[in-house]
């Protein structure tokens, strides 16, 4: 099985991820996507600000080989234009149709859904989505067995990356939820974290491999990072080279695992191959 993970920056760069999906669609089973823009109204196909409004609905429209589940953190993330009370942002899981999904749903990390003032990203509402698919025959005649993929969007502040309360109290939540999940799980991300905080040490700790560290991947931001985001190049902290993760449990066998430089969003997709 594939998946595909990446933070969209809401949309930013729309046409060239409608084209990598498509492109990609026809050997990816899961799309993990976080940042996701949605509305319906066929007449907010962007905004006065960069991003995309309609992603979502878009997104689907170009992969009607998908289903999937959306869960939305803020349903008023624009506050301050002609949009305000009709734009959600959240994460989502889109996964081929056809593949046998036994359970799916979110839960949130931090803070609560509508919890964002307009200003502060710190009372921003996270979430993480999953799903449960049975991945082959085997699988599917075990009662319970699956496996489980988590997408999250984790709290972006402080903007050093390094562990806060908050922040071990996300991943704990993650790891409590999967403890009493049968079968295999794959959590993959923005975590918002750097490799070295005990926020990302816990993963390893609980026996999940770090795929990102494993893998020796050298940036999951990418050179695209400092085109969309000049700005970081005048703070204490510059333009950091990693916030994503890949996780495994150990009876994920993995057949690659890759996070190529494609100018994307502001961060890069990671791109894991495997089976059970």
């Not at 085109?227 to 009876?251: C, H, I, V, W």
Request: net charge negative.
């Amino acid at each position: 099985m594939k998946i595909i993970s990446l933070n969209i920056f809401r949309g930013h760069e729309f046409a060239a991820l409608i084209k990598f999906c498509n492109e990609q669609a026809a050997s990816t089973d899961v799309f993990c996507l976080q940042e996701v823009l949605s509305n319906p109204n066929e007449d907010m196909s962007s905004l006065p600000y960069e991003g995309r409004a309609n992603f979502l609905e878009e997104l689907r429209r170009a992969l009607p080989g998908f289903a999937g589940i959306f869960a939305p953190g803020q349903e008023d993330f624009d506050m301050t234009t002609e949009y305000e009370g009709q734009l959600l942002m959240g994460n989502a899981i889109l996964y081929k149709r056809g593949l046998e999904v036994k359970a799916q749903g979110s839960f949130f990390i931090y803070n609560e859904f509508n919890s964002y003032d307009g200003k502060d990203f710190e009372t921003l509402g996270h979430n993480a989505v999953y799903v449960t698919i049975a991945p082959n025959p085997e699988a599917r005649l075990k009662p319970g067995f699956g496996v489980t993929i988590v997408t999250l969007h984790g709290n972006s502040q402080p903007g050093s990356k390094r562990d806060s309360p908050k922040r071990l109290a996300q991943s704990q939540k993650v790891l409590d939820f999967l403890a009493d999940k049968d079968g295999e799980k794959i959590v993959l991300g923005d975590f918002n974290l750097m490799p070295d905080t005990e926020s990302v040490r816990m993963w390893e700790r609980a026996g999940y491999r770090n795929l990102v560290v494993e893998y020796g991947i050298k940036s999951t931001r990418g050179s695209n990072h400092r085109k969309l985001s000049p700005q970081y190049a005048n703070t204490p902290e510059g333009y950091q080279e990693f916030a994503d993760y890949t996780f495994t449990s150990p009876g994920v066998k993995v057949t690659s695992f890759e996070v190529p430089d494609i100018p994307l969003s502001d961060h890069l997709p990671m791109i894991l191959e495997f089976s059970v």
